[in-house]
Each structure stands twice: as structure tokens, then as C-alpha cells.
């Protein structure tokens, strides 16, 4: 068994590690060079936080990494100096003196017990792989919401720590397309936070709204009051009334000298006069430049962009413990099959359709229980082809007005109309069986595991009610 030291202290091999039951720390000092491979090897990295920039760049590197043995690995700041937000939400913690990682200890054990529940796939895109690298990161801290954080140096003025992480500042804005498919997805729920408005020509959310002459686009202009005398009714800017002697007004028709503002004249509104052109005008145009692409926009043709407080909903939670491989959008690219909404608004009709003739249809779900396992063992590519090649072999042995979505990466739903339940159960069956065959000849040492059910459609419930009481029990 191995020797659990119960107190901290020095290894012997690494005078940068420190043990303590049980566990390994890698301390970075900010005098080392920005490489971190190194931290794969233990089980929690200290960093010697005495210089913000350094962190940062250091904190940037573990979470922005691909791999989970990087981007999960706990993360203890040392001495924390002046560093701000949104960093700080990328920590598990700061230390005033090594000795307090004893208090620290339960809650990067509690990281670490819940990283083991995890699994890790190769995802069929991008943006899949941000969505699995954030809700794994959100389930083993435990974190039910994430909220953005105001921060100059995001590219959308808004940071949400592990998300924004992953994309430099000319690209962040597409944080906000992968919480959009999330959503969709149904592995987060959101709530306003914000508004933000967004360059229209490359999404950048640093913006400086200027005045403007509405004739040549100039800001360079002055403004003066515009005077009203009650007793002549003369209206004009109120260099008129000025002269050279003093500071009287008099009015430039009438002569008069203006005495009390409110009594015998007022001043209604301005007037500008444009240094560029000469354009003398009352209204201005508002534009805001873009201080990224210095594209000059039109306040109206902003991009307005919603700012989300986002949280994490129990089939996020499922979906990180057994490894998220894709999102819909990967998967329509599988032929022969269609969206989740196409298939939803296709069994509503088929729902209608049943209500006037006395016709039988049928629901059947296919779910692979230790997909994530199966995914694991898979390149990208192959993922693609084994499901191409499954849908394929799939469709051989239905009726051709049958249709197949993928509810998630492990699950199939496929629609059986106008057939007997019987006939459907037995097609169901030769469909596992063929699964089963193909998943074994693939992979030999795997051990399949495919549960499935059949109902007949009902003209009394909803489409979208029936089809989530037959996935329930896998989400
Ligand atoms: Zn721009
Ligand atoms: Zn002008
Ligand atoms: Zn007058």
C-alpha cells in the first residue's frame, strides 16, 4: 500500500513537489518558463502568484488546454497578489503559506473524486469539444451557474470563465453561439444578465459612440444655444445677440437687451455647426466605431447580443459523466436521418393523422448505454463513419417512411409508421441484434449494451410528451 504522509512535505525526487496525504502538488514559480506539461504527472498544481501577468498567462494555459488531464487539474494560487477577476474563477483556491493546504485538502479531493466520474470522448467538432470541456469543468466544481464577469479585455466586454478561455479576444463572440447551441441543446438554462451591441462587421463589442454631422460623418463640431426673444419672436443661435463690449444680450432684431431667461426669452434647443464642412444642423447622427476592425457603425445596425447568466440542467450533468461527443448539428450530417425538430414535428403530424383514421404507429428508442466508452476508442473520423455506416444498415431493414433522429449521440429514436406493434418490436429486436454485431466486430473487447423499447403512438398525448417519456429513463 502506498505511504500516506500525514504531514507536508518536500519529495524526495522533486524539490518542486509537495506531499501531503497522499496527494501531489506541483508548485510553479513565477520565475519559471510558461511551459506546463509537466502538471499531467500530479495530482494539483500551486502556482506562486506574485506576478498577476505571469499567472494569468500560466492559468490561461492550463484551463485553455484541450486535454482534461490539463484543463480539470486543480489549481491553488500561492501568495494571491492583486489578481482580479475573471481569472480568479478559473482557481480552486488560494494559500497564504504551504500549511494551508490542509485546509484546501477536501475540496480538491472532492475535485478530484468527481473528475473519476467523468468520461472523456473525441468530439465530432469544435464546438462540441468547448461544450464537453465546459460542462465537465462546471460538474466536477460542482458549479450550477456560471455568471459572465464585466472584463476590458473580452472581446464581448463580458468573460464566462471556462468558455471564454478557449478563444482569443477577436474570437470570443463566438462564446455566445455555443451557449446559444447549448441551450438548444438542453444541457443549460439561461437568464438575462445584459445587453451588448456588437460591431456589424466583426462582432467586436469595443465600441466608441461619437456625435456625428449627419452630412459628412465629422465629430468635429461645436455646439451653441438657440435663443428665443419672447416680445419680437426672433429665433437664432445665440452668437447673434453677442457683441464685442460686454456680456449683454440684445436682440439683433428688435435691439432690445434680454434680461431674465424664462421671462423674456428662453433657450428652446442647440445648434451645431460642423468644422469640417460647414453644415450647420440640429440633430446629430450617433455612430459607433469599432476599436477592433475601426469599422464606423450606425447605432441601428449593431448586433444586440444577450448576456446570460447560464446553469447547468441535469442532462448536462448526464451528458458530462458519459462523455458529450456531439451536438445535433454534427449529427445532421449524418444521412439518412433528420433534425430532433424535424422528427418532433413530424410525429405531431402523425399524432393529428391518427386522430381521424384508426391507423397504428410506433415509437422505438435505441440507446447505448456505454457509448461514451465506445466514442473514447474512436477518432473523429471514425465516429463519422461508424454512424453513417449504422444508419445505413439501419434503414436496410425498415420500411422506407420510417424516420431516424439522433436525440443525442447515444441515442436513437426512429418512428415506425403505419405498422403493428408486433411487426415494430420484431424490427426493433433485428435492429439491436445488428448493433450489437457491428459494435463487436469493431471493437473486440467490448462489452455492448443496448436497451430499447417500443410504444405504440398515442392520438392523445403530445409528440413531444411521448417522446420524453421514452427517453426519460436515459436522462
Ligand atoms: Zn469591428
Ligand atoms: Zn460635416
Ligand atoms: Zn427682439
Same mark, same amino acid.
Given at each position: ?10 519529495? !524526495?525526487? @522533486? ?6 496525504? %497522499?496527494?501531489?502538488?506541483? +508548485?510553479?514559480?513565477?520565475?519559471? *518558463?510558461? $511551459? ?20 494569468r ?12 488531464e ?12 492583486s ?10 483556491g488560494t ?10 485538502l ?19 467538432s ?7 470541456k465546459?460542462?465537465?469543468?462546471m ?7 456560471? !455568471?459572465? @464577469? ?6 464581448? %466586454?463580458?468573460?464566462?470563465? +471556462?468558455l471564454?478561455?478557449?478563444? *482569443?479576444? $477577436? ?7 455555443i ?22 462587421n ?5 465600441m ?18 438657440i ?40 433657450k ?14 440640429q ?37 458530462a ?51 461514451g ?9 471514425l ?46 429486436q ?8 457491428l ?37
Amino acid at each position: 500500500m502506498k505511504n500516506v504522509n500525514t504531514e507536508i512535505s518536500t519529495s !524526495k525526487e @522533486n524539490d518542486r513537489v509537495i506531499e501531503y496525504a %497522499g496527494l501531489s502538488f506541483y +508548485i510553479i514559480y513565477n520565475t519559471d *518558463s510558461l $511551459k506546463t506539461d509537466d502538471i499531467v504527472f500530479y495530482d494539483a498544481v500551486i502556482i506562486q502568484a506574485g506576478d498577476p501577468e505571469f499567472t494569468r498567462h500560466i492559468i490561461t494555459r492550463i484551463r485553455g488546454h484541450f486535454n482534461p488531464e490539463h484543463y480539470l487539474k486543480p489549481v491553488l494560487l500561492l501568495n494571491q497578489s492583486s489578481l482580479k477577476d475573471p481569472y480568479i474563477n478559473l482557481i480552486d483556491g488560494t494559500l497564504y503559506s504551504l500549511e494551508q493546504i490542509k485546509l484546501i485538502l477536501p475540496s480538491v479531493q472532492n475535485i478530484l473524486l468527481r473528475i473519476k466520474d467523468l468520461t472523456f470522448t473525441s468530439s465530432l467538432s469544435y464546438e462540441a469539444l468547448i461544450i464537453q470541456k465546459t460542462i465537465s469543468f462546471m460538474y466536477s466544481r460542482n458549479i450550477d451557474k456560471m !455568471k459572465p @464577469n464585466v472584463d476590458f479585455n473580452s472581446g464581448i %466586454g463580458y468573460n464566462y470563465p +471556462i468558455l471564454s478561455v478557449n478563444f *482569443s479576444r $477577436k474570437e470570443e463572440h463566438q462564446v455566445l453561439n455555443i451557449i446559444k447551441t447549448m441551450t438548444e441543446e438542453k444541457l443549460i438554462t439561461k437568464e438575462f444578465h445584459d445587453s451588448v451591441y456588437l460591431c456589424n462587421n466583426c462582432t467586436s463589442g469595443y465600441m466608441s459612440y461619437r456625435e456625428v454631422c449627419p452630412k459628412c460623418n465629422s465629430s468635429n463640431a461645436v455646439s451653441q444655444d438657440i435663443v428665443h426673444h419672447f416680445p419680437c419672436s426672433y429665433v437664432g443661435p445665440i452668437e447673434d445677440f453677442k457683441n464685442q463690449i460686454d456680456d449683454e444680450l440684445n436682440c439683433p432684431k428688435c435691439n432690445k437687451t434680454l434680461r431674465h431667461i424664462g421671462v423674456d426669452y428662453d433657450k428652446p434647443s442647440i445648434v451645431n455647426d460642423c468644422l469640417s464642412c460647414g453644415h450647420r444642423y440640429q440633430d446629430f447622427n450617433v455612430k459607433a466605431k469599432c476599436m477592433n476592425c475601426q469599422f464606423d457603425n450606425e447605432v441601428e445596425e449593431l448586433k444586440k447580443s444577450t448576456i446570460n447568466v447560464i446553469s447547468i440542467t441535469k442532462k448536462g450533468q448526464v451528458m458530462a459523466v458519459n462523455g458529450y461527443v456531439t451536438t445535433s448539428r454534427d449529427l445532421q450530417e449524418i444521412k439518412g436521418t433528420v433534425k430532433l425538430d424535424t422528427f418532433t414535428t413530424m410525429l405531431k403530424y402523425e399524432v393529428e393523422r391518427l386522430k381521424q383514421t384508426d391507423g397504428k404507429s410506433n415509437l422505438a428508442v435505441l440507446h447505448l448505454k456505454n457509448s461514451g466508452e465506445a466514442y473514447s476508442k474512436m477518432t473523429t473520423d471514425l465516429q463519422k463513419t461508424m454512424l453513417n455506416f449504422l444508419i445505413q444498415d439501419i434503414r436496410k431493414n425498415i420500411p422506407t417512411s420510417s424516420i431516424i433522429t439522433f436525440y443525442s449521440s447515444s441515442t436513437i429514436l426512429i418512428s415506425l409508421n403505419d405498422l403493428p406493434l408486433k411487426i415494430a418490436k420484431r424490427l426493433t429486436q433485428d435492429i439491436v441484434d445488428l448493433m450489437t454485431a457491428l459494435i463487436e466486430t469493431n471493437f473486440k473487447d467490448m462489452v455492448v449494451s443496448i436497451d430499447h423499447s417500443v410504444k405504440p403512438v398515442s392520438n392523445k398525448l403530445s409528440g413531444e410528451l411521448q417522446i420524453q417519456q421514452l427517453v426519460k429513463d436515459y436522462f
